[in-house]
């Protein structure tokens, strides 16, 4: 299944269960100053699990932008040197809103995966809140998953490892126990399931988080119950993607390798070296430039604060790893036409030719500076014997050039 399909068939899965299909709310949260960017699916619901919004249905199913490069949720510094982590991503949601709860939010997740995805039932195993027996149980006696596969994972103040199992927006808002759906990519890869002290390797990857909305966080810390529990689910597309396209790495799933093409064949346009195309850096260079087109599409523009500051970072991040390549000219914005192709049928927003124009505008700004701001690194890296660049280099690299 390609990308689009995997997209489809969850949208039509949820459509089919009566859920009303609804269209990705911007990367930009409207009305929401306690976000920088929308960062789940929930996002735009927030107001509907707080009883203060009410909609025409009880029931939705979404795939929405996020984006995840400031605020509680940042996976910035990581992008490019690991298999899964992305500053743009597409998010597969469905949401109950007071209607169902645990139970068919449970059931419909397996039988989506294992009815609609095939995929073969011992490959996945799941966590539950350590207190949520009612969970565990709907797993355990109704589904039919061996104790063996099932974990009792803590919140992150009792945890004995990064493995939490309560899930909050941010340090405010709709929160509440989640149970996480993982797949088993077999002994070949290094690994151990969650819980464990290997989890962080790439055995036993999280595929979908279902969480169970009951409470509201207030900026003191105290939870509040929610007028009426709620579910809450988030699968990262591009992630469901790799195991349904039998690979390892986002960066191998259909969209990402033409992306990568495509961003080799722009950074040989300007450079007189051949990119390798695995590269971290490209792969950087991959990510970023959905970040970059679907802000500007959302009407963010690179700026010296806030979301724009964002921006202008993740822009930078990706023209200085298209310099380390060879690049020396501008080449970024030429990728926005191949985010276009993958995507703009599910997102018409990117059928805006502005963006490309942004982009290029604010490479061209960052060029001047770029070259000169690399010498100066090199050579401060060359002289250095203590392997600790002095401070006022430093500052002066960050503020000087960028
Ligand atoms: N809202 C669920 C998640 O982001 O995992």
Request: aromatic share 10%; glycine share 8%; charged share 25%.
């Amino acid at each position: 299944m390609k990308v689009a399909d995997i997209r489809r068939t969850f949208l039509k899965f949820y459509e089919s269960k009566g859920h009303t299909i609804v269209a990705s709310s911007p990367v930009v949260p409207g009305n929401d100053p306690t976000l920088l960017f929308t960062n789940a699916g929930m996002n735009q619901f927030k107001d509907v699990y707080l009883g203060f919004d009410h909609r025409p249905y009880k029931r939705a199913t979404t795939s929405q932008k996020c984006i995840r490069a400031g605020g509680k949720h940042n996976d910035l510094d990581n992008v490019g040197y690991t298999a899964r982590h992305h500053t743009f991503f597409e998010m597969l949601g469905n949401f109950s809103f007071g209607d169902y709860f645990k139970k068919d939010a449970i059931h419909f997740a397996w039988e989506l995966l294992t009815e609609h995805f095939h995929l073969p039932p011992e490959k996945l195993w799941v966590t539950v809140y350590a207190e949520d027996q009612e969970a565990y149980d709907i797993w355990h006696k109704e589904v039919g998953i061996p104790a063996d596969r099932i974990v009792r994972i803590g919140d992150n103040k009792g945890a004995r490892y990064m493995s939490d199992n309560f899930w909050m927006m941010g340090d405010t808002g709709p929160c509440g126990p989640c149970s996480e759906i993982f797949y088993d990519h077999g002994p070949s890869v290094q690994g151990g399931p969650p819980g464990s002290p290997e989890e962080d390797g790439d055995r036993y990857m999280e595929i979908w988080n279902l969480v169970f909305m009951q409470f509201y966080r207030d900026e003191k810390g105290e939870m509040h119950k929610l007028p009426r529990p709620s579910i809450d689910t988030g699968m990262g597309l591009e992630r469901i993607a790799t195991v349904l396209q039998g690979v390892h790495s986002n960066y191998d799933i259909d969209l990402f390798k033409n992306l990568l093409a495509a961003a080799k064949a722009a950074v040989e346009s300007v450079s007189t070296v051949p990119a390798d195309i695995n590269s971290p850096s490209l792969k950087v260079i991959a990510d970023h430039i959905r970040a970059c087109a679907f802000c500007v599409a959302d009407g963010v523009l690179p700026g010296n604060e806030g979301r724009a500051y964002v921006l202008r970072r993740i822009c930078r991040r990706a023209l200085r790893h298209g310099y380390k390549l060879g690049a020396r000219g501008p080449f970024f914005y030429k990728l926005v036409d191949a985010v276009r192709k993958e995507m703009g049928e599910a997102y018409p927003e990117l059928m805006n030719h502005e963006i490309e124009k942004v982009i290029e505008a604010e490479e061209r700004r960052f060029l001047q500076t770029l070259s000169k701001g690399m010498d100066i690194l090199d050579a401060a890296i060359a002289e250095n014997k203590t392997g600790v660049l002095p401070g006022d280099v430093v500052f002066k690299l960050h503020d000087t050039y960028g």
